[in-house]
Every structure is written in structure tokens, then in C-alpha cells.
């Protein structure tokens, strides 16, 4: 049988707190409640996923140029603050062929003024935010159509 095409979803930093703390920010799900949501729209949407959160900007870095050397159909990713932080990882986006879909769980452009610029954004397919949890459904959705 042929393999799924398969989605990376890249997590940054602090996400895996997710639904402990700031859930009217965030919202109640956990990561891994959000993982088995994607799972299951995956199997609907005859893809595979690969869900990750790291702490640190060298593995999501990492992560973007093995999804690119794997021949990843798309990438999802929630860079986290470093979405408006990070030219390391604005770089790595420039460098990788596989699409990449933006996701965030608020709305940063509702937010602070620090998380209005997103070095993430200029070198996404595209963006979808301030959905919380189900912001990652329609990202996949989107993904697996790319
Ligand atoms: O809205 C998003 O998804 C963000 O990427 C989340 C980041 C934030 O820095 C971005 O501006 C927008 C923060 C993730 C931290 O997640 C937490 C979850 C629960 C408790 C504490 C932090």
C-alpha cells in the first residue's frame, strides 16, 4: 500500500502548556487533545500527520529542513513568540520548498503590539488565527489541499 502524504505540525515554545494555564487566551484543549482532532481529520482527509512541540529554535529549525528533505506534502506551524522573534527561523522558511500554513490560537493583530510582526508571515502559503484549537483543523484542511 502507498504511503500517506505526510503533514508536519510544529509546535514552539510554551505550547506544550497548553490548557493549563491562560485558557481564555488559549483555550481549554491540551496539545494532545489537539493532536487527536488533527488525527482523526487526517484519516478523513487521507493524510498522515507528524505532530511536534520543542522549546527550542533549533529543533523547530531542524524539523522544517527534514519535513523539506522527507518530501513533506506541507508543514503546520505554531512558531509560538518566536513568530516575532526569530530571523533564524524566517531564514530556514525562505530556504524549504514545502508550503508552510501559519497557525495561531489568538488573534496576535488583537494583541500586544510585539506580536503584531510575524517573521513567519512573509514566507507562509498563508495564515489562520485567532481560531483557537480549531484554527489547526482548517490549517489542515488547508494543507491538504495545497
Ligand atoms: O496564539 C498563538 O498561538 C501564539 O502563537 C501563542 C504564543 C504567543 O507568544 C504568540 O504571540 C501567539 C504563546 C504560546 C504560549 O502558550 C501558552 C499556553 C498556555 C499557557 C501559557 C502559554
Same mark, same amino acid.
Given at each position: 500500500?502507498?504511503?500517506?502524504?505526510?503533514?508536519?505540525?510544529?509546535? #514552539?515554545?510554551? &505550547?506544550? &502548556?497548553?490548557?493549563?494555564?491562560?485558557?481564555?487566551?488559549?483555550?481549554? $484543549?491540551?496539545? $494532545? %487533545?489537539?493532536?487527536? !482532532?488533527?488525527?482523526? /481529520?487526517? /484519516?478523513?482527509? #487521507?493524510?498522515?500527520? $507528524?505532530? /511536534?512541540?520543542?522549546? +527550542?529554535?533549533? +529543533?523547530?529549525?531542524?524539523?522544517? *529542513?527534514?519535513?523539506?528533505?522527507?518530501?513533506?506534502? !506541507?508543514?503546520?506551524?505554531?512558531?509560538?513568540?518566536?513568530?516575532?522573534?526569530?530571523?533564524?527561523?524566517? %531564514?530556514?522558511?525562505?530556504?524549504? /520548498?514545502?508550503?508552510?500554513?501559519?497557525?495561531?490560537?489568538?488573534?496576535?493583530? =488583537?494583541?500586544?503590539?510585539?506580536? *503584531?510582526?510575524?517573521?513567519? =508571515?512573509?514566507? !507562509?502559503?498563508?495564515?489562520? =488565527? #485567532?481560531? #483557537?484549537?480549531?484554527?489547526?483543523?482548517?490549517?489542515? $484542511?488547508?494543507?491538504?489541499?495545497?
Amino acid at each position: 500500500m502507498a504511503t500517506l502524504p505526510t503533514i508536519f505540525v510544529l509546535n #514552539g515554545p510554551n &505550547l506544550n &502548556l497548553l490548557g493549563t494555564r491562560e485558557p481564555e487566551i488559549y483555550g481549554a $484543549d491540551t496539545l $494532545d %487533545d489537539i493532536a487527536g !482532532a488533527l488525527e482523526d /481529520r487526517a /484519516r478523513a482527509l #487521507g493524510v498522515r500527520i $507528524d505532530m /511536534r512541540q520543542s522549546n +527550542h529554535e533549533g +529543533h523547530l529549525i531542524d524539523w522544517l *529542513h527534514e519535513a523539506n528533505a522527507t518530501g513533506a506534502k !506541507a508543514v503546520i506551524l505554531n512558531a509560538g513568540a518566536f513568530t516575532h522573534t526569530s530571523i533564524a527561523l524566517h %531564514d530556514a522558511l525562505k530556504s524549504i /520548498r514545502v508550503p508552510v500554513v501559519e497557525v495561531h490560537l489568538s488573534n496576535p493583530h =488583537a494583541r500586544e503590539a510585539f506580536r *503584531h510582526r510575524s517573521f513567519v =508571515a512573509p514566507v !507562509a502559503r498563508g495564515t489562520i =488565527a #485567532g481560531f #483557537g484549537a480549531m484554527g489547526y483543523e482548517l490549517a489542515l $484542511d488547508a494543507a491538504a489541499r495545497l
